[in-house]
Structures are given as structure tokens and as C-alpha cells.
């Protein structure tokens, strides 16, 4: 049914719930792991996440979710299938479902076969994600374009960062697309981290592909979010070049014309372009002009924030 | 995960990667400024340093293979910045306060915060890149102590025992008893948690600094600055002597007479404010 085996975990202070759990699929097909509290489980979630959590509203020392809230706001754990067991459905009527990002819910007394088969959907569903860049898993193009045309449609402020990196193809191709993949990692990082916990409003961060990142927030907050990017980035790129190279601070690679050349530590350019009054009529208006924005910030070989001046 | 274990002489017991103690002033005092939306993660990178089993998780979690950079971060206000303060609060929740560490190992918790302030002085007065990762080393230096004497406490009884009859040094009752000591468990520690091969080598060799293959300088300022913070008595080890200083470690930092005056100044000012 299920090709290789799968681990889930439960988070339940209630024996009947882990009883029940236990006897919907044999062990060969389905490994559960049980957390009587949530506490427990958030060391083991955080480093080895499972393939689908199954957690009780009712946990005794969190609210079940608050757990859920925790492993989808985190761009490496959002993948995570989440199912909450609830006494009731009203506790989820009013909460802004969109945000929460949970898969499904169960409500008590379980019925035995759909109960299970909900929980499975739940876990195929997820697997079947495939917006997400397979690399950072945040959202992909599909998402981006959503999102955006979504705000312009709806008269909404905002100012959209378009974001790539200054020689990642001479790192790459001196290290090799393991080592750029680990700066890709990183750079999503920076970046989520950068945008989120300080920004009020809207706030939004996609990944195009290779190096190009996008993110949104709100106008008045766009500057403060380009530096705090800025200066975590340089701050932390010198750690994933190797130590002879970080201490000359330059690479030795090979140019688009394959000759041997020096080339400088990896930075940042980020381009923004503003939606204000409704001036944008469609995404392929501010990708154009984010496009001419970004030649801007390529002279400069440092890390570096181009704004629209345009008014 | 698959987890190995390390098998010590003593009865064959094995000690196990599991859950390891913290200290609970400074998990409540992270926790108050990462509620604060206002705080910045250099305040909470600093409060998290100075306790080595928090920086150690910390560390441990962002160099894991989920966050797809193994062993490229070693400063803790980096890995703040890559975790956030989400992950931050999830790792401090999950992390469950050990009161007995205080009692298991009386005077290790001020040593290990010498040894990181005395670190990140002799790395800024001999010019180094990055002090505070030097500050990291000398913080987690001894944490091998710390693993056994609270998974094997038996086991640290006989060393303190032979500690005290023999008097030997912390280091030589741990090579009897276990047959192995500190440093190795630092080496076993660091390779689970997929530290940066500069910490590796820091905590494994900082008794035998000559022998880091890879990054020989952190290795020696940590072994001199375990040397300084015996010497002031600041905290203690395990035992009242002075850990022996490898006098090549001076030749290969290139301390000279006048330099060594000018960096015993520095640290005892750096241990005053402690």
C-alpha cells in the first residue's frame, strides 16, 4: 500500500488516542512514535522531523497548535503533514485556517477506517506539494506569481525585493553545485529570518530558482529588512569558503570565457520595486522593472539595495 | 538518526547521545529576550555563550543536516540568524533544566567562562579573525566533563576519589577510569553533532595542541587559555593544579617575552570583569 516505511508521530497524553493509532496500520508499513506531552516531541521534531505528525489538541502543557504553528512557519519543517485530533470542530471555526497551514483534523469519538484513511490522504497530499522548490522548500514560481498578481488585483501597497547573488557561478563551479546548494540553503535562511519577527503586515519570501529569491513586505519597512539582509549575508558567507580562500578573500575560478580569474566573496543585490496606488497592473510590469533595477545593483560588487526611484 | 555510542572502561558502560543539562538563570533570561521583539540577536547571542550546553545545542541544531549546511557555522550570533527565534524558543522549551550539573561538577561552569573570555583575548591580542568563535572553543572545552558526570555519575566519583588520594590531575584520574578522557569525548561529541572541523579540533586537542592537523591556532589559544584560567584560579577543572603548558604553543602563536606581558595584563582585566 504504502512503499517503504513510514514514521509518524503522535502527541498524546491520552492512552485510548495511542491505542487506537497504533492499531490502524502493521509496524512494517507505519512507525509510530508516541509523545505524551508536547515538550517531549519538539527536540525530536526539530532534528529529525517525521513523515506526518498526528497531535492532540488537548496536550498538557501547549496547546496542540501552537505545535502546528511551529513546524509550518519554518520554511525546512513545512512539509511535515499535520493533523489535529479535536473534541470538537468549533474550536476551528474563526481561526484563519489559511494561516495555520494544517492538513487535517479528526474529531472525537475516531471513527476507526476514516479516521485512517484521512490521516494517509493527509501524508499523500503533502508528498504531492509541488509548488515548492524542491531545494529550500519555500514557495515556488507558481506561488510567487499568485501572490503578487493577488495584491495587485487588490489595490494593496507593497514593495517586492527581487534578490540574487554576486559570483555564486565562479563559487559554484570552483566547489561544486553541493557547496552552492549549501549558500542557497543559507541565503533562504538569511532571508526568512530577515523578513520575519520584524516585520508588521504583510510578509512573504519565494524562491524563483537558482540564485533568484523574491520577497515581499510592507513599504515603510522595506529598507531596514534590505540591510538586516545585507549585513547577515556578509556576515556569514566567509564560512563556506574554504579557509585559504576566505583569508586571501578572493576565488580562483574560471570566467564565462573560461579564463582563470580572481574573483571577489559572494554578495548580494537586491532590487525593489513599489506598488503604489494601484500603479502596477500586472506581474510581468514589475519583473520588467525589477530586471533594469538589478543591472543597477550588478556595478557595485559589494552587497547592495536598489529602490524604485520612480514616482 | 542513527546514534553511536561510546564505550568507556568503566564496567564497559557506554555513554549515550541523549539529552544534556542546562542551566536554568540563563534559559529564563534568553527566554525574556526572545519574547522581546525589540531584542536584537547580538544581546541574545551573548547571553546564550555563556552557557556552553545551550551554545552546544544551538550549534549542534544549525550544523544538522536538516538546515543542509553541516559544519560551516561556529558562531552563535550566526546561527541565531539562520535558526530564528522560532527554532531558538523550540530548542530552550525542549531543553530540560538540570539543576544537578551545578552539584555534579562544582566550579566547571566559571572555568569554562574563563577559559571562553581568556580565549577570545589571546586571539584578539595575537590578531586573529573572529575572536568569538575562539570564545565558542574555550566555552565548550570541557563539556566531555560535563557528559559524564551527569550520564556516568558513578564513574565520576572514582576520578574525583582518585583526584583526591593520588592527586592527579582531573585529566590523568579520567584516562584511569574510563580509559579514555575529556578530549575524546569532546571529539565523539563534536562528529555527532556535525560541528565546523575548527571547533572539532579546538575541543579534541586543546591537551595536545600540536596535533590539530586542520587548524592548529584554535587548538593552541584554547590550550593557552585553559593554561591562564587555571593559573588566575578562576572556576575550576575538575582539580587545583595547573594544567601543563606545551611551550612550543607560545613559539607557534608568535608570543614573544614583551607580548606575553601585554597578554597576561589583558586577560587579568578580562577576568576582573568576570
Redesign the interface.
Known sequence: MMGRSRHFFVLTPHEDLRQTVLGWWPATEVRWTVFPSGRQALEELLAAPPDLVLVDARLPDMSGFEVVRLIKSENVYRQVPVVVVVDDAGCLQGRDLAALELDDFLVRPLRPVESAVRVLLAYHRAARELDANPLTKLPGNTSIIHRIQDLIERREDFALGYVDLDFFKAFNDAYGFARGDEVLLMTARVLVNSVRGYVQGIQFVGHVGGDDFVFIVPEAEVEGVCQRIIAHFDAIVPSFYDPEDRERGTLLSVDRQGRQQEFPIMAISIAVVFNRGGQLQHFGDASARAMELKKLAKKNPRSTYVLDQRS | ?PETDLRTEYQGRLLAVK?LPSLPAVLEEVNALVEN?NSSTEQISKVIAKDQVLSAKVLK?VN?P????PG????I??AL???????IR??I???TVFDAMNTAMVGLWEHSQGCAIASSTVARVIGCKDPEEYAVAGLLHDIGKVVVAVQMPEAKQSIDELVRQEDLRYIQAEQRVLGFAHDRVNLWMCNHWNL?PNLKEALAYHHKPMSASL?PKMAQVVHLADFLTRLYEVGSGGDDQVSALDPQVLRALGITAGAWEELLRQVEEAFAEL
Open positions: 538518526m539529552e521583539p541544531m544538522s536538516i538546515y543542509g549546511f560551516r557555522i561556529s558562531s550570533q550566526h540568524v539562520l535558526l530564528g527565534f522560532n527554532v523550540g530548542i522549551i525542549s531543553t565546523p587548524y
